[in-house]
């Protein structure tokens, strides 16, 4: 039996859907059987970002009106035969499914899937009530900025009123030479607002927009990216693994850790 | 037993008269007599709301009533009130009675919420006297109470104390860093550019301004 998580945020555009194909890929890159649910019905993205919007067929809102099986929508990744995508609709919207329904559908992909991970759509209404619904566990995603932070709390206190414990903390985009000048919130400030468990922090990283645009989720790629090197570890952590956090305050040059190694600081 | 069987008060929507609970229907109207020939020329022709407390009036009381008050003043009755539809301000008459009677800094508070979790922006809290949380109250979220409102952890959200008019209200928190702060009527706002404050606090009404001050122990 497998464990659907729900990735939200409230606030739109701080990486939820980045978010979900990473960690789908990371999954699969180890060997898990991870299917990826699309929520945000009328504004479909995942699909983009995954390479695979020229192979839909069915989507969402068929299999839950009975129009063909769940199979039957389930998109096979070009790349990792262990990953799926369920897209959502582009042409119909929010009201299209109901609570009841997702439910359902994320029991019956808990039978065959490790791993469910349901993409959020942004916004607390009908979008955001169908994609909790058959949820077991949340990551909430946010960025070091003030409004996220505050849509991220609103939406832990919907979820805690919802019934879903135990949400942990995804926090996107930071820029450490920001945190450095004290421009941008750290990751001690943003936790003593929320005050939940963190399970990563993602570095802001140009690759990340050059992969989402190419469809290539950047934790497929080993070439030493830190936004990969973070998703991979997530995937570690959600599977109950202890990895310790990156470090981004460390000079990461050869010289910089001479320097420090011979007494210089850095 | 009470000096006097009723309580002149101003309050923001004019002069109320307070009928006190335990005095009999006969003496509330022999000291309210005796009271407005004293004071007739002082009250003029303002607006008057009587507060009979929890007692039911029959027709004949109400009219007795009206009758002593239209005799011994020029005061334009506007309101005979009773039971549940006592104003808040009524709460606030009581208790500082309360705090009188027992002769003690505290009083009896009939109705307290303890809540033992944080506050979440989007979440609001409203309750009919005092409020306790045990948690963080974040920004975005609300608490109001017609009591006092106490916080253990950090109040970053808006509290409203006292909101039926009791300027005797206070807001505590362990760490006071409210968007905003209101006691009763009176309304103020965080300083822009302000750092969290390291030793608990307290906020109360002077002379129309909210002020904050530490609370140290003695």
């Known amino acids: 039996m497998g464990e659907v998580i729900v990735i939200t945020s409230g606030k739109g555009g701080v990486g939820k859907t980045t978010t979900t194909a990473n960690l789908g890929v990371g999954m699969a890159l180890l060997n898990k059987k991870v299917a990826l649910i699309d929520a945000d019905i009328g504004l479909r993205n995942l699909d983009v970002v995954m390479g695979l919007e020229n192979r839909i067929v069915y989507d969402l809102v068929d299999v839950v009106e009975g129009r063909c099986r769940t199979r039957q929508a389930l998109i096979r990744d070009k790349r990792y035969e262990n990953l799926y995508l369920l897209p959502a609709a582009q042409t119909r919207d929010k009201s299209a499914v109901s609570p009841e329904q997702m439910r359902k559908l994320c029991e019956e992909l808990k039978e065959e899937f490790d791993y469910v991970f349901v993409d959020c759509p942004a916004g607390i209404e009908q979008g955001f009530r169908n994609a909790i619904a058959g949820a077991d566990r949340a990551i909430i995603v946010t960025t070091p900025e003030v409004s996220a932070v505050r849509d991220a709390d609103r939406i832990i206190g919907l979820l805690e009123a919802a019934g879903l414990r135990g949400p942990r903390l995804l926090i996107n985009r930071l820029r450490p030479e920001m945190v450095k000048r004290g421009d941008m919130l750290d990751i001690d400030d943003i936790l003593e607002i929320l005050a939940i468990d963190l399970i990563g922090v993602v570095p802001d990283d140009e690759k990340i927009i050059i992969s989402t645009n190419r469809g290539e989720p950047v934790a497929a790629q080993e070439n030493g990216s830190l936004a990969g090197q973070a998703y991979r570890n997530i995937v570690r952590r959600i599977m109950g693994e202890e990895v310790p956090f990156l470090n981004f305050y460390r000079n990461r040059s050869l010289l910089g850790r001479l320097k420090k190694l011979i007494g210089f600081g850095g | ?218």
């Open chain 2, 1 to 218: 037993m009470h000096k006097y069987a009723v309580e002149f008060k101003g309050t923001r929507d004019g002069l109320t008269i307070f009928c006190l609970e335990d005095a009999a229907f006969d003496d509330i109207l022999a000291d309210l007599a005796e009271r407005l020939k004293e004071r007739s020329a002082f009250f003029g022709e303002a607006a008057v709301k009587v507060d009979v407390g929890r007692r039911e009036l029959s027709e004949e009381e109400k009219e007795a009533l009206v009758d002593v008050i239209t005799r011994y003043s020029h005061l334009r009755i506007t309101e005979i009130q009773s039971g549940e539809e006592r104003s808040p301000a009524v709460r606030a008459t009581r208790r500082q009675r309360e705090r009188e009677e027992l002769n003690l800094d505290g009083f009896q508070e009939g109705h307290c919420l303890v809540i033992k979790r944080t506050l979440r922006s989007g979440q609001y809290i409203r309750f009919p006297g005092t409020v306790i949380v045990m948690g963080d109250v974040n920004p975005g979220a609300e608490v109001v109470a017609d009591g006092d409102i106490f916080i253990f952890g950090t109040l970053r959200g808006i509290a409203h104390a006292g909101v039926g008019g009791d300027r005797n209200a206070c807001v505590a928190a362990l760490r006071l860093a409210p968007t905003q702060l209101r006691i009763a009527d009176v309304i103020s706002r965080a300083p822009d550019n302000v750092s969290l404050p390291d030793t608990p606090e307290y906020a109360y009404v002077n002379d129309d301004r909210i002020l904050i001050a530490a609370i140290t122990a003695r």
